[in-house]
Nanobody, 120 residues
């Protein structure tokens, strides 16, 4: 079970940190990803991190502004979002899988999502 938190309303240029807590003792064996879905749009990849935290990659639209990290002692993955823009408004989902991937189909477990709204 994955549970996201940390979403909210923020002004453009502001920051938020999302957290995703996993209720599993095997969290450290999973690669983790963040995706988002805006109203009327398809779910899109945001960032991913491998099981150890040693490899990360980002979508072009967030690279340089967002940072994904994880703490395997706390079974939690984070998404630090800086320089937020109105186009970042979406429901953000974390996902767990066994491949470091930007494809939603490669992830097996999903959280319920947390809303991020960026006002202009």
């Amino acid at each position: 079970l994955l549970t996201e938190s940390g979403g909210g309303l923020v002004q453009a240029g502001g920051s938020l940190r999302l957290s995703c807590a996993a209720s599993t003792q095997t969290f450290s064996s999973y690669d983790m990803g963040w995706f988002r879905q805006a109203p009327g749009k398809e779910r899109e990849f945001v960032a991913a991190i491998n099981w150890s935290g040693g490899s990360t990659f980002y979508s072009h639209s967030v690279k340089g502004r967002f940072t994904i990290s994880r703490d395997n002692r706390k079974d939690t993955v984070y998404l630090q979002m800086n320089g937020l823009e109105p186009d970042d408004t979406a429901v953000y989902y974390c996902a767990a899988g066994t491949a470091l991937s930007d494809k939603a189909d490669d992830y097996d477990s999903w959280g319920q999502g947390t809303q991020v709204t960026v006002s202009s």
